[in-house]
């Protein structure tokens, strides 16, 4: 009996494992390795002993409180946007719907800085909306906050689109029908039905949004500028130490990473729930 | 159909890596053995001239070929340093050069090829009636500067103490050509740029002089770099650059020649 046991269990685990194949196990070793080794260049450059001074300059905590703050509002514009177009997308019939899904992901093969360009062309002084909006209101939304928040949802949106959509289609509609079958709305399904079912997908569009914000760099300086306090994010504050200052630009970088990572893993236990 | 995607993919990869290889290799051995290759690293302020001058160059030198990398000064300083493959450094800013020169990275010592100053660059018939720099302080008006880390933003600095001007600028831009070009989009009312790049752009701009401009003056260093690969060739588009002929297109974009 007990011999048998331990040879069924020695036989077990070769069958539950079969060999990986050294085809897929080289390119995706290769692949780790090139998406690490990076980071353990920065931590093998980053200047240790000088670290405790340096995080105290008064520009990088303004920068990162920044950076912080406008990823975190992108995020909510593009959840208060970006769920609807997904559902939009996922849920209703419409013609031209396959060119609006297109048009939703064009930020995320646009190069940031045309993005930039282009939200200059439209919402810029002398832009399609922006001359109406200064002779109207006033309001001119580059070299502010608000044009932080602008280029970063522009362009962090379609993530949250996709995210959303594809939690849509992978919910079971019949949830939907029922609540329509007992008289809900549309509307009251969608709030009481739909939007917590696929709450996971909008909280992993929002994190992969909010990351994507945080790291936005060409729609910002090209769109809001670069101006401490104001408009210098992280990102742009990187770039520019670099010009000068190699060890300040590696620290920065480090502060951004660690952030990033942290309220990454944070959230990916909480709410993403990873297998 | 999926396999047969992921193997177009995969030898799309594997085709893209070579050629990329290949560029490496093909600009590895810059200029070895009469390739009469250059690579200049040059302020973004001498995107036209130098442009200008590499043709010439070519024209007088059969086989010879110059490629440019402009960008702000102080980031190529940094990415020589970092071992970009650089044949000839001119900066900005004595300043900036010595980023390069103090890190062991020149040839020989640098020389000036010329002087440049700041203008103030408003859109295309002043719409706001700039006259000088104190105008810039006026509410709602919009000005972008170079940051300090370049030295054109040094400069903007040095003339606005030197006017005892306060102002806080709408942005603060990388090189010279990001300030130059918030002007030409309207997005701002004035930059602080230099008179050749005032000029460049002359169909867009219009350029004030202002007196405080003279505390300011940069003087442009050129050198040609030690990892030169064909450090001949390299010295002689530097003497090109300085060359009366090289003198009169600096002169005619609007630069100063240098100090005797």
């Known amino acids: 009996m007990r011999t048998r046991d331990t040879a069924a269990r020695a036989a077990r685990p070769a069958r539950r494992r079969p060999r990986v194949p050294l085809a897929l196990l080289l390119p995706a070793g290769l692949g ?28 990088v905590l303004t920068a990162l409180w920044l950076s912080l703050q406008t990823a975190t509002l992108a ?118 039905v739909t939007l917590p079912l696929v709450a996971p997908g909008v909280a992993a569009g929002a994190v992969l949004c909010w990351a994507r914000a945080l790291g936005e760099f060409g729609a910002t300086i090209t769109f809001a500028g670069n101006y401490p306090g104001r408009t210098q994010t992280m990102p742009l504050a990187v770039y520019l130490a670099l010009e000068t200052d190699l060890p300040a630009a590696i620290v920065l970088s480090l502060i951004l990473l660690t952030v990033s990572v942290a309220i990454l893993a944070g959230l990916r236990d909480r709410w993403v729930g990873a297998p | 159909m999926t396999v047969r995607w992921i193997r177009a993919a995969l030898a799309g990869v594997a085709a893209l890596t070579l050629g990329l290889a290949g560029c ?28 200008r001058l590499g043709r010439d160059f070519e024209a007088a030198h059969p086989g010879t070929r110059v490629t440019f990398n402009f960008a702000g000064s102080s980031a190529l300083a940094t990415q020589i340093s970092q071992g970009a493959p650089a044949d000839v450094f001119a900066a900005a800013s004595p300043a900036t050069m010595k980023t390069v020169t ?23 018939g002043n719409p706001r009636q700039i006259a000088g720099l104190p105008d810039l302080t006026r509410p709602g008006a919009k000005v972008a500067l170079c940051a300090e880390q ?58 004030i002089e202002f007196a405080e401009s003279d505390r300011a003056i940069n003087d442009y260093p050129i050198v040609v770099l030690k990892r030169a690969g064909d450090p001949a060739t390299a010295r002689a588009f530097v003497d090109h650059v300085r060359s009366d002929a090289g003198r009169a297109v600096l002169t005619a974009a609007g630069f100063q020649p240098p100090q005797a």
């Open chain 1, 75 to 192: 995020t909510l514009l593009c959840v208060l946007l970006g769920v609807p177009l997904a559902w939009l997308l996922a849920r209703v019939e419409f013609p031209g719907r396959r060119l609006v899904r297109a048009l939703v992901t064009v930020p995320l093969v646009l190069p940031p800085v045309v993005g930039g360009v282009a939200l200059l062309l439209v919402f810029g002084r002398r832009g399609l909306l922006g001359s109406w909006l200064d002779a109207t209101f006033g309001v001119t939304l580059p070299f502010t906050t608000a044009g932080v928040v602008l280029a970063e949802a522009f362009v962090a949106m379609p993530f949250l689109v996709i995210a959303v959509e594809g939690a849509l289609r992978g919910a079971d509609p019949r949830y939907e029908e029922a609540a329509a079958t007992l008289g809900a709305g549309r509307w009251t399904t969608f709030t009481h």
């Open chain 2, 102 to 124: 103090g890190a062991g990275e020149a040839a020989a010592s640098p020389v000036t090829l010329a002087r440049n100053q700041l203008v103030i660059a408003v859109p295309r």
């Open chain 2, 150 to 207: 370049v030295p054109c933003g040094a400069a903007a600095r040095t003339a606005l103490d030197a006017a005892g001007v306060r102002l806080t600028p709408a942005t603060l831009e990388q090189d010279v050509k990001g300030a130059l070009a918030k002007v030409k989009l309207g997005e701002v009312d004035a930059a602080l740029v230099y008179r050749t790049d005032a000029r460049a752009a002359a169909s867009d701009v219009d350029a």
């Open chain 2, 24 to 51: 490496g290799g093909d600009d590895a051995p810059a200029g070895t053995a009469g390739g009469g290759r250059v690579t200049v690293f040059a302020a973004a302020s001498l995107t036209e001239t130098f442009t």
């Open chain 1, 32 to 59: 780790l390795l090139f998406l690490v080794l990076p980071l353990v260049g920065l931590l093998a450059r980053a200047p240790w002993t000088t670290l405790p001074q340096r995080l105290a300059q008064p520009g």
